[in-house]
């Protein structure tokens, strides 16, 4: 599920029992999950918060948006990877040529 409101576009990522709700504002590449900022929530993982980032890299679109989390079930590396495909998912709403590149 993936819409695009007014000031945000919004997608579901799922992995294993992990489920994120993921929200995606123009902004700067700060990154919120569950109220944390992401190097909290992860505890500093760098594996994992190089996960989340893949699909900003990949479309060398770093830094240009900010992203809201809401993420339950599963560990941490499922709910990454749950965030990955929603931030994946909200992309493709914006622009349905990525697609091929996620």
Known sequence: MATKAAEYTYALGRRKSATAR?????????????????SEYFDGSPQLLREINKPFVLLEKENQYDITVVVEGGGTRGQ????????????????EDYKSTL
């Open 80 to 95: 990454a990877d749950a965030i990955r495909l929603g931030i994946s998912k909200s992309l493709v709403v914006l622009n």
């Open 22 to 38: 993921v929200r995606l504002y123009k902004g700067k590449g700060n990154v919120t999950i569950n109220g944390k900022t992401a």
